[in-house]
């Protein structure tokens, strides 16, 4: 399995299972608000990084904008499967 559908099953069962220590199960828990703001804080910090910070802070903050992407869309009932289905459709018709 992938890191990424480790990450979409991991976020999926802390949504099913609140799990009281879990930062995840807390943001899922606390609602869209704080879902979009924590994604909004870690896109401007993404940004930050690619313009003016090292390669691996930048690898960091990709790492961090992928998780908070993937609760928002579990939040939503998306499976982050389903945006890696459009991508690679995306892909083959541009072959």
């Not at 990450?7 to 999926?12: E, H, Q, R, S």
């Not at 606390?30 to 003016?52: F, S, V, W, Y």
Request: hydrophobic fraction near 40%; avoid cysteine; proline fraction near 0%.
């Amino acid at each position: 399995m992938d890191m990424l559908e480790k990450l979409n099953k991991i976020v999926l069962d802390r949504k099913l299972n609140f799990s009281e220590g879990s930062y995840t199960s807390k943001l899922l828990s606390a609602g869209d608000n704080t879902i979009i703001k924590k994604l909004g804080e870690e896109n401007a910090e993404l940004i930050r990084a690619i313009l003016i910070e090292s390669k691996e802070s930048v690898v960091s903050e990709a790492a961090d904008y992928i998780y908070h992407l993937t609760v928002a869309l579990r939040y939503r009932d998306i499976n982050l499967t389903d945006v890696l289905v459009e991508l690679e459709q995306r892909y083959e018709l541009k072959k």
